[in-house]
T-cell receptor, first 118, second 114 residues
Framework: DQQVKQNSPSLSVQEGRISILNCDYT??????FLWYKKYPAEGPTFLIS?????DKNEDGRFTVFLNKSAKHLSLHIVPSQPGDSAVYFC?????????????????FGQGTILTVHP | GAVVSQHPSRVICKSGTSVKIECRSL??????MFWYRQFPKQSLMLMAT?????????EQGVEKDKFLINHASLTLSTLTVTSAHPEDSSFYIC??????????FGSGTRLTVV
């Protein structure tokens, strides 16, 4: 039972254009969502997160949008750069983690390979 | 920022032997550490959650006798794959959690059992 799904295994984008990575979830208990970037043979690196009380969070070139009613979130990267080429994972948790008094286990999607062409 | 060191990054072992993977939080104390496993082109699957000084909590389907987890201090957790078999070959990643930084991941360990 895949509770977090990234239905696009790969995405190819031209440098300077927008990259849009999508993620769907099924568990209504998820309250906090994160995006991670991962290179082969390395651990994931945190990119950006969003709490369910928001519908948008922006950090530089990265913006995450959350549509709770559709149980859908997306990561926008604009402008895309060749250095953004990596695997992107979305993850969901039932709790807010940073600054909170407890943690929630992360459930990851399958990942989307982003390739940004010069 | 918070740093989690995972060692070794790569290990090849013979079938039937045991392998220990270490995960250290370098500049913070992690009361909770997580161990994940990733198969090629697949998601990170949580194997177990370990809390300092107590027994690990394993996810359904993960053999606790095969994957021994020890979290003896606030900065160190170890995963021992006992009697390893080729099907245990995978990429293992640890993560540490603290209240200020949230989740920080190690760089992973590529285990190959021959």
């Amino acid at each position: 039972d895949q509770q977090v799904k990234q239905n696009s295994p790969s995405l190819s984008v031209q440098e300077g254009r927008i990259s849009i990575l999508n993620c769907d979830y099924t568990n209504s208990m998820f309250d906090y969502f994160l995006w991670y970037k991962k290179y082969p043979a390395e651990g994931p690196t945190f990119l950006i997160s969003i709490s369910s009380i928001k519908d948008k969070n922006e950090d530089g070139r990265f913006t995450v949008f959350l549509n709770k009613s559709a149980k859908h979130l997306s990561l926008h990267i604009v402008p895309s750069q060749p250095g953004d080429s990596a695997v992107y994972f979305c993850a969901a948790s039932p709790f807010i983690n940073a600054g909170g008094t407890s943690y929630g286990k992360l459930t990851f999607g399958q990942g989307t390979i982003l390739t940004v062409h010069p | 920022g918070a740093v989690v060191s995972q060692h070794p990054s790569r290990v090849i072992c013979k079938s039937g032997t045991s392998v220990k993977i270490e995960c250290r939080s370098l500049d913070f104390q992690a009361t909770t550490m997580f161990w994940y496993r990733q198969f090629p082109k697949q998601s990170l699957m949580l194997m177990a959650t370990s809390n300092e000084g107590s027994k690990a909590t394993y996810e359904q389907g993960v053999e606790k006798d095969k994957f021994l987890i020890n979290h003896a201090s606030l900065t160190l957790s170890t995963l021992t794959v006992t009697s390893a078999h080729p099907e245990d070959s995978s990429f293992y990643i640890c993560s540490a959690w603290d209240r200020e930084g949230g989740y920080t991941f190690g760089s992973g360990t590529r285990l190959t059992v021959v």
